[in-house]
């Protein structure tokens, strides 16, 4: 198989269009907890909550996390909710 720059982009855009921010979380919050409150919305495909810089830190994750939607339709149906 050939290796399509312009096919990976489109992979890429969609893939973002699926992709949700969601800020400020407590550290209380984890990818269990992220799934079972963005689920409502459509099939999940993947929850990332990013560690610290710090390795050190005792923190679970930095604040934040990404939740991947399998459809862009659900990912702004998450958003508008």
């Known amino acids: 198989m050939l290796y399509d720059p312009f096919l990976r982009a489109m992979t890429e855009t969609a893939r973002l269009k699926s992709t949700v921010y969601v800020g400020g979380l ?5 990818v269990q907890t992220l799934a079972e409150a963005f689920v409502p919305f459509g099939e999940v495909v993947d929850i990332t909550l990013p560690k610290p810089d710090v390795p050190s830190s005792g923190e679970l994750h930095r604040g934040f996390g990404y939740v991947e939607f399998d459809l862009p339709q659900d990912a702004a149906e998450a958003i508008d909710n």
């Open 26 to 30: 407590d550290q209380a919050v984890s």
